[in-house]
């Protein structure tokens, strides 16, 4: 049996500075150059995570009208812990139509993007527990 755990991507150089990003279905990302930065990639997965989940449980109810998540935060450069992201934060705007099941939408959404940061999104509850990163060089 596969251990559906199991998750990894593949970078390939095109030319200096551009890379494509490759995962095992078949999808690509751009990145580098006037593409995805690396650190844009890291605010779209926290986003996109979070985005998911809040979707499919509110979309049960009600097709939002409008469905918009913004990541942001700074980017640090220090000469003691090095580059990092801090401040990052992660807004919804969100709005349903009139009505019942608009209403039920709209209550559930601050449980459903609670419930995604505190348990369920891998990408952010990764992030905020600092789990290491062992790089290596194959052969």
Do not use: W
Request: charged share 25%; glycine share 8%; with cysteine.
């Amino acid at each position: 049996m596969a251990d559906d755990s199991f998750r990894s991507v593949r970078i390939e150089r095109d030319s200096v500075g551009h890379y494509t990003v490759h995962n095992p279905r078949g999808g690509t990302i751009p990145v580098g150059g006037d593409d995805f930065s690396p650190v844009e990639l890291l605010l779209a997965a926290i986003g996109t995570c979070t985005a998911v989940d809040t979707d499919v449980a509110t979309s049960r109810r009600v097709e939002p009208t409008t469905f918009t998540v913004t990541v942001s935060g700074d980017k640090v450069s220090d000469q003691e812990t090095g580059n990092h992201m801090e401040n990052l934060a992660v807004t919804f705007d969100v709005t349903f139509p009139d009505g019942d099941r608009g209403d039920a939408a709209r209550k559930l959404l601050p449980r459903t993007v609670k419930l995604s940061h505190d348990r369920l999104c891998t990408v952010s509850r990764t992030v905020e527990r600092g789990t290491p990163v062992h790089p290596s060089i194959a052969g």
